[in-house]
């Protein structure tokens, strides 16, 4: 028997409806590149996300058709996010940051009919454009006055198309189960693949964001957006923002410490959001300059971080320094993104600070919406007992069910479960913690040997500059852990020495079985241990000892 | 396009199984009638609502088959909450306080196979089994030392289903429109209707009521469920309470203050909930034993009134007294029950104390998931100014479509909107007011004339004991008000002091066009004036002056 509720579409545009009718006049302030503060707010966002539903019908746009961005983090792309979905387009974020060659694959394979650019990035636009024949026209997130000279067929200007139309429009009512925006994932190997999200789970995802133990927006928050507008959809913070009605701060390009801090007081932040190296900057930067600054008018309490682990240290400085809770948190562009946060429980009320900076130190424990499992080597489900050591599983309504035009095949198991890629332990309390991406791991004789933490065990030698440990083919155990190590300037550590100082640390199976000294190991663009790399070169190495 | 996230059945049982793996060891506390405690947690309520499952199936309750409960909040209606909802068979909550021909029409109406009961309700049962033939069996809520004499063709034990069923059940997966339980309305005319939640709704609700600015819940928090499992299914609290991993303290029947103080304290309780009415008595008993009671062992931080206005007086003594923010919320049985609540905006920050109170004095601003407007006599909608008075309408995916079997009809108009039967302002910033019901406000010549604010300014004057306004048939305004007045004993107010009195207070129009004295004013059961009555004998009143 069915229930006698009604049944609406879960749909953006109910999001920024919401927030125009009871947030109306809630703050959202974009910095420009040259520094300018503009002020506007959800009323006007939403007239405008109107306005441009309006634009993109002239442009000839049909529902269901994708529009690119590249741009910072400005009131403009904003409405975008609103104007484009809430129409039943799909907006599609490219991020700026990516190689020109990336980025002209991506549009291509979004077949992306326009692309919304800020005046900053257009000689990357003049430079893609030629390659890019699916795009129909480039338009400058910009006034007339401010167009940029850009080499392209068809430039428009944003504020030229909104003006030219009317703010008179009613969201359209369609499937909660159609396409609302797209976030290509920048994979090590191959080519980036599109991550489709739908409006019931950018609703669902913005419900469990708001969760108190999660965000915990309220309308008192307001919100520095550091975290980009084109990474995995600024974490949901757009959509759990207006539902919460938090007045909204974007930064644009400008992420130094100074233009971080300033921002934060001068708009009375409560909240903030970004990745570890940010905050890493700011930290030094604020500890430098604690005696001038008058860290009594900042009204940051807590901050996210997440998409790279969030070390120990930081939570203790936040805490130390600024009184601010640091929430650890964990999801990939394909779990849109939120699946983990590190938040208190009820029995670390009793806990030490320590104990609480440990916590603080997972990945955190899974908000509902999203289940979670551990899958050991043979495919075996492992207990969350903080021991076990197995890939991580997700599934749930904010987890793809495959990527976009199909590119990577079947993506889930029969019974909805994504792979990660990740290796991790799940505690009793739910607190994962990421021991290693599966790639990395060594597989010996069925169990699973962590390659990080060999490694962090390495460099902690008196003569090892950086160390990276990946898997060497082996006749019984199949794969078995090889050390490579870079010695520091002028140091000549030994093989014999560096395994025993590991021996003392680790169990015996994990021991590597061989030592390699190199003059340098290969990196990526982003600094990452090329691991690809150093294992087509040394897979087949010989260890001197069997 | 549709979009490439998976899309899985929100259902009840998601949430019963988040809490038993991420909160597993989190407490539900219950106190029976003796004032004996019971100690289980989330975990445990899992696994005996997968054996609740199992004995259901045993007893032949189909998928889709309703099962009423009598009983007061404790941990096995609980499990009958997930038991009976997860394996797909509808919980039906009785509300046992009302008279016994109503609880008759109710369960024969929803034709439930069984009903659960508290001991207590012995006699209640005895005295409705021989009208009810569609029940198949009578199941006490204890264990086999407890069983009640009760004659009834068929007396089953709640502990003896539960020993003989197995707890290795997986919940079944189903269509989320499903419905999951049925809660009537005792309306004060006509038959009681049924309420018909889904899956689907209840799940959206959950997020909803968990927002940080509505419930905010979070797994530190221990929530004393005064308000009880069968009203409204006692706010949504038990399944956000799961979605948050709140430990639950569950009263049973006594709800004294002293015994609610009792457990606030000894549960370490930080929030709870109830009718404006209890939370009186609780702050009376406290404010009089002020001086013998250690305050500062309460947790108590926060506390939610709904189900009749709350007093701006009784916001003032929480915080006073308790340090407590009372939330006041609004919502019917029709609405699930959350549509509005009483939390701050970012402006009070600078708000007075008084101007703090007056805000908890209204009904509460809108949460994301519900839309609200206001119509006017004419069907016209109104502005949120604060001042246009109209009558409420909601709709959203937890206000219902219709009642159960269609009784009443067609319930919302073909836009989704449900008429609740409120009079009520909207200001600028979202916060409604309730003035009156639509049935008592008096339409006079296409205006709304307040009848509440009318009675309580008569009460007001020195002489009155008691108000009632109602309106009478006017030939060219079809209806004026017309005044009622108990006097005080004693006292012989005259008709022209009174209207005098009015109209120093009231714009002209909203004067009465008559008063009349009686000695005594009708209520109903539960104390509320019986204004059916007197609408009966005075509609056609004959004022003095025309």
């Known amino acids: 028997m069915l229930g006698l509720m009604q049944s609406r579409p879960l749909l953006v545009s109910t999001l920024i409806d919401y927030a125009a ?11 420009d590149p040259d520094g300018i503060i503009h002020r506007t707010d959800y009323a006007e966002i939403a007239r405008r996300a109107k306005r441009l539903a309006h634009g993109l019908q002239r442009l000839g746009v049909g529902f269901g058709q994708p529009v690119a961005t590249l741009a910072w983090n400005s009131y403009r792309h904003l409405e975008l996010y609103y104007g484009v979905t809430g129409s039943g387009r799909i907006l599609h974020t490219v991020n700026p940051r990516l190689f020109p060659d990336q980025i002209r694959y991506i549009i291509n394979h979004a077949e992306d009919a326009y692309v919304f650019f800020d005046p900053v990035f257009a000689p990357l636009v003049e430079q893609l454009a030629p390659h890019l024949p699916l795009v129909r026209g480039w338009v400058a997130l910009c006034d007339a006055a401010a167009m940029p000279a850009v080499k392209v067929e068809t430039l428009l200007c944003h504020e030229g198309i909104m003006a030219a139309a009317s703010e008179d429009y009613a969201w359209p009512q369609f499937d909660e189960n159609t396409a609302s925006t797209l976030c290509y994932t920048s994979g090590t190997t191959g080519n980036p693949k599109g991550v489709l999200y739908s409006h019931r789970s950018t609703i669902l995802h913005a419900f469990a964001a708001c969760a108190a133990d999660a965000f915990g927006f309220t309308a008192r928050d307001s919100f520095l957006m550091v975290v980009p507008l084109f990474h995995a ?7 759990a923002a207006a539902l ?15 233009s971080i801090y300033t921002l934060l007081q001068e708009e009375g932040c409560t909240t903030s959001g970004g990745v570890p190296t940010v905050w890493l900057n700011f930290l030094a930067w604020v500890e430098e300059r604690r005696a001038q600054l008058d860290l009594s008018r900042l009204k940051l309490n807590r901050v996210f ?6 070390p120990r240290s930081m939570s203790a400085k936040f805490r130390d320094l600024l009184g601010v809770y640091l929430l650890h948190a964990w999801g990939m562009t394909e779990t849109s993104p939120l699946v983990t946060a590190a938040s208190l429980l009820a029995r670390h009320q009793h806990a030490t600070p320590d ?6 130190a997972t990945q955190g424990r899974q908000v509902y919406g999203v289940e979670l499992k551990l899958v050991g080597a043979a495919g075996e489900t492992l ?5 076990a050591v197995g890939e991580l599983k997700v599934r749930g309504n ?17 019974d909805g479960w994504f792979g990660t890629g990740d290796v991790a332990t799940i505690d009793a309390d739910g607190y994962v913690r990421l021991t290693d ?3 990395d791991v060594i597989k010996s004789g069925g169990e699973w040997i962590s390659s990080i933490e060999i490694e962090n065990l390495a460099v902690s030698h008196p003569d090892v500059f950086e160390a990276a440990v990946i898997a060497m083919h082996h006749p019984v155990w199949q794969e078995r852990p090889l050390l490579l190590i870079q010695p520091k300037p002028g140091r000549q550590p030994t093989r014999e020495a560096v395994l025993q100082f590991l021996a003392a640390r680790v169990a015996k199976w994990w021991l590597p079985d061989d030592v390699v000294f190199v003059d340098s190991l290969p990196h990526t663009a982003t600094g990452k241990l090329l691991k690809t790399e150093l294992r087509a070169r040394y897979h087949g190495h010989l260890a001197v000892s069997g």
């Open 305 to 310: 971080a997440g998409g790279t682990a969030v």
């Open 244 to 258: 919460a009605g938090v007045k909204l701060v974007l930064p644009g390009p400008r992420l130094d410490p100074k």
């Open 233 to 239: 959809n600024a974490w949901g913070v757009p959509f």
């Open 21 to 31: 009718t009871c947030h109306g006049g809630r703050e959202i302030v974009s910095r």
């Open 383 to 387: 207990p969350h007992d903080g021991q």
């Open 398 to 414: 904010w987890v793809i069910s495959g990527y976009f035009k199909n590119e990577g095949g079947q993506v889930t198991d029969p």
């Open 355 to 360: 104990e609480i900076l440990d916590m603080q």
């Open 437 to 439: 991406r599966l790639k």
